[in-house]
């Protein structure tokens, strides 16, 4: 059987890792737990069924043909143990010196008096690159959060899957949801058409291939002109840039926090100001920013602000969510300058509007997309000055990842609150992700430790943002 190669932009994500950025996607799972031993029957649980999902078993290795591509295989050297880690939280954050923060329930409830909250342990190992000679992605069991909780922390490589490809690995793992049975969704390789043989075939098909490249081309050129038109940083805070690393430097440090919002308070904006719930949860982000760079005593950037780069998923409405990404992206500028919350989530709403009447195909945002108009070999050459490039692009990923309106569980413990955690790119020091579950909103913070050492204030604004913006609106 043929191998199942990378598609182009699986390959330029892993292409772009170094040590001191991994590009791995988490996710924070902070669960109630059923008993003194739920945390380590949790962890057996998922090394048990990890071995039953072949899109877990898979790992990556370069071929000879197309030169510099890579491809799927199935490890025969598969071991639970090399991806599944039941770990003391506490124990974890004293040998790592992780630093951590938190509000909201995960601040207030998973870590109460004397415990230690898993955010800790899980800055420390959101540094940490995944090992690329096994299946790219790992479940860190932390034991010992909180006298009645536990957390996992899931880690997978970009290449494996955008953010509805991991969770749909993810569910696999807990127990059974009908929407998810049997399994998780696994892309195998593709069944090829039967296509008519014979030249007189051939010749009719060229007149459909050739318009299909021009069409390529010209969308090709369109993004890249709109991604010089994008221009470089202007005015960007000092806060929003990381120290570049020095040649062959080691895994970098970051600090995670996470924050839980009443999705009742976000719609009430929503009702009161119009606009989508996403555009609330982005005018948010920005109303934090401002506060938190004002409290640090940093000056606000005038006119144009930082450039926000928001993925857009490409697949079908309804789809199921497989493994690999199908992605493209807005570029949006946030409204720092302006002091009314009202009128920066209208400059939202009009920016995030702009960006949905071009379409997700179109935009310095669909940079994502020129990936597939690169050979393998240069996604091999180029992955390091691709790295570089992307602090040129975008100063912060703000990015959602939906949940299903399901309540996971774990062997009997019940998943509380789910923060999502992204990929920091060179020169970037703030990745931002936000969920909802439960009615709850969870926003999921990564900092590079050294260039935010006070990741806690700009959780506390968030906060902040949303309790004056309600106000606003009542």
Same mark, same amino acid.
Request: with cysteine.
């Given at each position: 059987?043929?191998?199942?190669?990378?598609?182009?932009?699986?390959?330029?994500?892993?292409?772009?890792?170094?040590?001191?950025?991994?590009?791995?996607?988490?996710?924070?799972?902070?669960?109630?737990?059923?008993?003194?031993? $739920?945390?380590?029957?949790?962890?057996?649980?998922?090394?048990?069924?990890?071995?039953?999902?072949?899109?877990?078993?898979?790992?990556?290795?370069?071929?000879?043909?197309?030169?510099?591509?890579?491809?799927?295989?199935?490890?025969?050297?598969?071991?639970?143990?090399?991806?599944?880690?039941?770990?003391?939280?506490?124990?974890?954050?004293?040998? %790592?010196?992780?630093?951590?923060?938190? %509000?909201?329930?995960?601040?207030?409830?998973?870590?109460?008096? &004397?415990?230690?909250?898993?955010?800790?342990?899980?800055?420390?190992?959101?540094?940490?690159?995944?090992?690329?000679?096994?299946?790219?992605?790992?479940?860190?069991?932390?034991?010992?959060?909180?006298?009645?909780?536990?957390?996992?922390?899931?880690?997978?490589?970009?290449?494996?899957?955008?953010?509805?490809?991991?969770?749909?690995?993810?569910?696999?793992?807990?127990?059974?949801?009908?929407?998810?049975?049997?399994?998780?969704?696994?892309?195998?390789?593709?069944?090829?058409?039967?296509?008519?043989?014979?030249?007189?075939?051939?010749?009719?098909?060229?007149?459909?291939?050739?318009?299909?490249?021009?069409?390529?081309?010209?969308?090709?050129? *369109?993004?890249?002109?709109?991604? #010089?038109?994008? &221009?470089?940083?202007?005015?960007?805070?000092?806060?929003?840039?990381?120290?570049?690393?020095?040649?062959?430097?080691?895994? &970098?440090?970051?600090?995670?926090?996470?924050?839980?919002?009443?999705?009742?308070?976000?719609?009430?904006?929503?009702?009161?100001?119009?606009?989508?719930?996403?555009?609330?949860?982005?005018?948010?982000?920005?109303?934090?920013?401002?506060?938190?760079?004002?409290?640090?005593?940093?000056?606000?950037?005038?006119?144009?602000?930082?450039? #926000?780069?928001?993925?857009?998923?490409?697949?079908?409405?309804?789809?199921?969510?497989?493994?690999?990404?199908?992605?493209?992206?807005?570029?949006?500028?946030?409204?720092? $300058?302006?002091?009314?919350?009202?009128?920066?989530?209208?400059?939202?709403?009009?920016?995030?509007?702009?960006? /949905?009447? @071009?379409?997700?195909?179109?935009?310095?945002?669909?940079?994502?997309?020129?990936?597939?108009?690169?050979?393998?070999?240069?996604?091999?050459?180029?992955?390091?000055?691709? #790295?570089?490039?992307?602090?040129?692009?975008?100063?912060?990923?703000?990015?959602?990842?939906?949940?299903?309106?399901? %309540?996971?569980?774990?062997?009997?413990?019940?998943?509380?609150?789910?923060?999502?955690?992204?990929?920091?790119?060179?020169?970037?020091?703030?990745?931002? $992700?936000?969920?909802?579950? /439960?009615?709850?909103?969870?926003?999921?913070?990564? @900092?590079?430790?050294?260039?935010?050492?006070?990741?806690?204030?700009?959780?506390?604004?968030?906060?902040? *943002?949303?309790?004056?913006?309600?106000?606003?609106?009542?």
């Amino acid at each position: 059987m043929s191998p199942e190669h990378l598609s182009p932009l699986d390959l330029a994500f892993w292409r772009i890792e170094s040590a001191a950025h991994p590009m791995h996607l988490g996710a924070l799972a902070v669960l109630s737990a059923d008993g003194p031993d $739920a945390a380590a029957r949790a962890a057996a649980l998922l090394a048990e069924r990890c071995a039953g999902l072949p899109g877990l078993r898979r790992r990556i290795h370069d071929v000879l043909l197309p030169v510099g591509g890579a491809a799927w295989s199935p490890d025969p050297d598969f071991d639970p143990a090399r991806h599944v880690f039941l770990t003391d939280a506490a124990a974890a954050a004293a040998r %790592t010196g992780g630093s951590a923060a938190g %509000t909201g329930a995960a601040g207030a409830g998973a870590a109460g008096a &004397g415990a230690v909250d898993p955010r800790a342990a899980a800055g420390p190992l959101m540094a940490r690159p995944l090992d690329r000679t096994r299946p790219p992605w790992e479940a860190h069991v932390l034991a010992g959060p909180g006298p009645d909780s536990f957390a996992v922390l899931f880690k997978f490589h970009h290449a494996l899957a955008d953010g509805l490809g991991a969770l749909a690995l993810a569910a696999g793992l807990f127990d059974r949801q009908p929407p998810f049975a049997p399994g998780p969704a696994v892309r195998g390789p593709a069944r090829p058409v039967p296509a008519p043989r014979g030249p007189g075939a051939a010749l009719r098909r060229l007149p459909g291939v050739f318009a299909s490249r021009v069409h390529d081309l010209g969308q090709a050129l *369109e993004i890249g002109a709109a991604v #010089a038109r994008a &221009g470089l940083p202007l005015g960007v805070p000092d806060a929003l840039v990381a120290a570049e690393p020095g040649p062959g430097a080691g895994a &970098g440090s970051r600090s995670v926090a996470g924050l839980a919002l009443d999705l009742d308070e976000v719609n009430l904006i929503r009702k009161a100001a119009g606009g989508t719930v996403n555009d609330v949860l982005i005018a948010l982000v920005a109303g934090a920013l401002r506060r938190w760079l004002a409290e640090r005593g940093d000056p606000l950037p005038r006119g144009a602000g930082p450039r #926000a780069l928001i993925p857009v998923s490409r697949r079908r409405p309804g789809a199921a969510p497989g493994a690999g990404n199908r992605l493209s992206g807005y570029l949006l500028r946030l409204p720092l $300058a302006e002091g009314d919350p009202l009128r920066r989530l209208y400059a939202v709403r009009a920016g995030m509007d702009r960006n /949905k009447e @071009a379409g997700p195909a179109r935009g310095a945002g669909a940079v994502a997309l020129l990936a597939d108009h690169v050979h393998p070999l240069g996604h091999r050459l180029g992955g390091p000055l691709v #790295a570089q490039a992307a602090r040129l692009l975008y100063d912060i990923l703000v990015t959602s990842v939906p949940l299903p309106g399901l %309540t996971f569980t774990l062997g009997g413990s019940t998943v509380r609150e789910v923060y999502p955690l992204a990929p920091l790119a060179r020169g970037q020091s703030l990745a931002i $992700a936000v969920s909802t579950y /439960k009615g709850t909103v969870h926003y999921g913070l990564v @900092a590079d430790a050294a260039a935010v050492p006070d990741l806690a204030a700009l959780a506390g604004a968030l906060r902040a *943002e949303l309790d004056a913006f309600v106000r606003e609106v009542s």
